[in-house]
T-cell receptor, first 110, second 108 residues
Framework: DMKVTQMPRYLIKRMGENVLLECGQD?????MYWYRQDPGLGLQLIYI???????SEGDIPKGYRVSRKKREHFSLILDSAKTNQTSVYFC?????????FGPGTRLTVL | GQQVQQSPASLVLQEGENAELQCNFS?????MQWFYQRPEGSLVSLFY???GTKQSGRLTSTTVIKERRSSLHISSSQITDSGTYLC??????????FGAGTRLKVIA
């Protein structure tokens, strides 16, 4: 069963705290993504990873970093979270044809 | 400018009516995909359709590369079709650009 998982599903943090969002996939896809989705703005690409330790900035990387030490696992890190990083974050993985999405993490930064 | 534009932005249908959703793109693409986003937020892939016509049940996707457009036709709409429909194009190097979506509401 092809699956992308995300943890946690909901998270509330205070401004300045560190945030770790985790993503896993069981399809052995080389390529994985982190997006954020805000009302009226659609899905925006934060980072893309082409394989272990092969990461590339997307359209809005500022304030984020990523880590990929295993092919099946991709993390998004917010060092000192800001209120404008409140959003829904989606992880995805991709074959050469299609993207598959995780269920999303709703992050609130107070 | 925006690379992917979807229309209409929102749509209300009576149950049983048909709908045609449009996705226009301003750049060449390697592939394109239609997604359905459920009201609770999760995303489901509907079609991978870089060219031609594909059908799945009541849904039909048609992509015309030279006209830089793709459409999603929903026939005999049902209340459970309500949600947001997103198109995304792969511009190369595995990067996808998403449209802002069409929000569909089907009423009884």
């Amino acid at each position: 069963d092809m699956k992308v998982t995300q943890m946690p599903r909901y998270l509330i943090k205070r401004m300045g705290e560190n945030v770790l969002l985790e993503c896993g996939q069981d399809m052995s896809h080389e390529t994985m993504y982190w997006y954020r989705q805000d009302p009226g703005l659609g899905l925006q690409l934060i980072y893309i990873s082409y394989d272990v330790d092969s990461n590339s900035e997307g359209d809005i990387p500022k304030g984020y970093r990523v880590s990929r030490k295993k092919r099946e696992h991709f993390s998004l890190i917010l060092d000192s979270a800001k209120t404008n990083q409140t959003s829904v974050y989606f992880c995805a993985s991709s074959s050469i044809y299609e993207q598959y999405f995780g269920p999303g993490t709703r992050l609130t930064v107070l | 400018g925006q690379q992917v534009q979807q229309s209409p932005a929102s749509l209300v249908l009576q149950e049983g009516e048909n709908a045609e959703l449009q996705c226009n793109f301003s750049t060449s693409l390697n592939s394109m995909q239609w997604f359905y986003q459920r009201p609770e937020g999760s995303l489901v892939s509907l079609f991978y359709n870089p060219s031609g016509t594909k059908q799945s049940g009541r849904l039909t996707s048609t992509t015309v590369i030279k006209e830089r457009r793709s459409s999603l036709h929903i026939s005999s709409s049902q209340i459970t079709d309500s949600g947001t429909y997103l198109c995304a194009i792969n511009t190369g190097n595995y990067k996808y650009v998403f449209g802002a979506g069409t929000r569909l509401k089907v009423i009884a």
